[in-house]
Structure formats: structure tokens, C-alpha cells
Antibody, heavy 119, light 111 residues
């Protein structure tokens, strides 16, 4: 069965960076993308972007393009999302999800990783 | 600010039907059939319940259905059950610059 398992919660200071991992299993990793969605406390989801596990191409939301890097390691079937120059409003639950490019949707989700930014 | 507008809340009694709207614009919902719907229970990850306007993934109850008219997509839940109480989000492809956006979400209360 398709599973996405994310790394554990993180507490970071403003200005630091965080790297969240997402281990995929139960399907052919390179046949899909991995997308990232974040959700601030009490708010709706925010679409962050996705990476093709096939060729590494990315589409990243404009407001995050200068701070976010998405990578995918096909030798381990692990995707990563790094967010730099953290601010307090980056505090959120970060989800990875399997992304279906032709349909622009997320069909399987990870359990989420809580990133807290606090001085 | 979300480019997709949803009602903040809807409610219904068990057995009834409700519809949640998702209004976009002529450049997103009206142009593309790339609208999906997600259900999210408190403390849980979102779950895909409708893809491409009206397709139901395997394992999703046929009580969930989707449609579109012009710039508005809709999710209908028939035969409401207590476990349907959750937040519902639409999501649509926008363009090659903004890519994709979620709606603001609708809280469904089953009375």
C-alpha cells in the first residue's frame, strides 16, 4: 500500500533553516511527483509546490520560490523540502503528498511534520 | 488571500444532502477541469475525495459527488452521516505561474 512517512517535528529559531523528509513506499517512486502543502494553526492548507521524482523538475509557489528547495533521491525514495530564513509565520504543519501531475492533485498524504519557529 | 471562495460553514441533519460551493474565476475553475476536493478531520491529514471535478477515487463513498458550472465547482454530500463532519477544501489549477491554490475551506457540521 502507498505510504508516505515524514520526519519528526522541529523547533527552529527565526532565520534558521529546516529540512523535512518524506519516505515513500508501496509504489514506483519515479512514476509520480511529491508535493508539499503546509497548514498554519487554525488555517486552511497552502499549496507550496511539487517535484517530479522522475526528472527533478519543480513547480514552487511564487511567494516561496526564493526560500524553498525541493529535492528527490531516487536511490532511497525519499523527498526533501528545505525552507530557509524561517519566520514566525512559517510555523505550520508541513505535509508531503504523492502528486499526480496530469490531474494536479495529491492522492496520498504523509502524517505531517510540525515546524515551530520561535525565538 | 485564496483565489477560490468557499462558504465558511454549512450544516445539515443526518440523512440530508448538502452542497459546498467553490467559486473561482474565468481563468481557473471555468477554464480547467482540474478541481479536486479534500476532506480533513481534526488533527488528521487531508484526504482526497473528488478529483477532476467529479471523479471519485477508489474507496470513497458514492455519497460524495462533484460538479461544475461556469466558474463554480460544487461538492455534494448525500445521506449525511455523523462521520462526514469535517473541513472540506477545494483545490484548483490556476495557471503556469501561480500553479495551484486551495480554497479557504468549509466546516461541515452534522446536527
Amino acid at each position: 500500500q502507498v505510504q508516505l512517512v515524514q520526519s519528526g517535528g522541529e523547533v527552529k529559531k527565526p532565520g534558521a533553516s529546516v529540512k523535512v523528509s518524506c519516505k515513500a513506499s508501496g509504489y514506483t517512486f519515479t512514476s509520480y511527483g511529491i508535493g508539499w502543502v503546509r497548514q498554519a494553526p487554525g488555517q486552511g492548507p497552502e499549496w507550496m509546490g511539487w517535484i517530479s521524482a522522475y526528472n527533478g523538475n519543480t513547480n514552487i509557489a511564487q511567494n516561496l520560490q526564493d526560500r524553498v528547495t525541493m529535492t528527490a533521491d531516487t536511490s532511497t525514495d525519499i523527498a526533501y523540502m528545505e525552507l530557509r530564513h524561517l519566520r514566525s509565520d512559517d510555523t505550520a504543519m508541513y505535509y508531503c503528498a504523492r502528486f499526480v501531475p496530469l490531474e494536479w492533485l495529491f492522492d496520498y498524504w504523509g502524517q505531517g511534520t510540525l515546524v515551530t519557529v520561535s525565538s | 488571500q485564496s483565489a477560490l471562495t468557499q462558504p465558511a460553514s454549512v450544516s445539515g441533519s443526518p440523512g440530508q444532502s448538502i452542497t459546498i460551493s467553490c467559486t473561482g474565476s474565468s481563468s481557473d475553475v471555468a477554464t480547467y477541469n482540474l478541481v479536486s476536493w479534500y476532506q480533513q478531520h481534526p488533527g488528521k491529514a487531508p484526504k482526497l475525495i473528488i478529483s477532476e471535478i467529479s471523479k471519485r477515487p477508489s474507496g470513497v463513498s458514492n455519497r460524495f459527488s462533484g460538479s461544475k458550472s461556469g466558474d463554480t465547482a460544487s461538492l455534494t454530500i448525500s445521506g449525511l452521516q455523523p462521520e462526514d463532519e469535517a473541513d472540506y477544501y477545494c483545490c484548483s489549477y490556476v495557471d503556469s505561474t501561480s500553479f495551484e491554490v486551495f480554497g479557504g475551506g468549509t466546516k461541515l457540521t452534522v446536527l
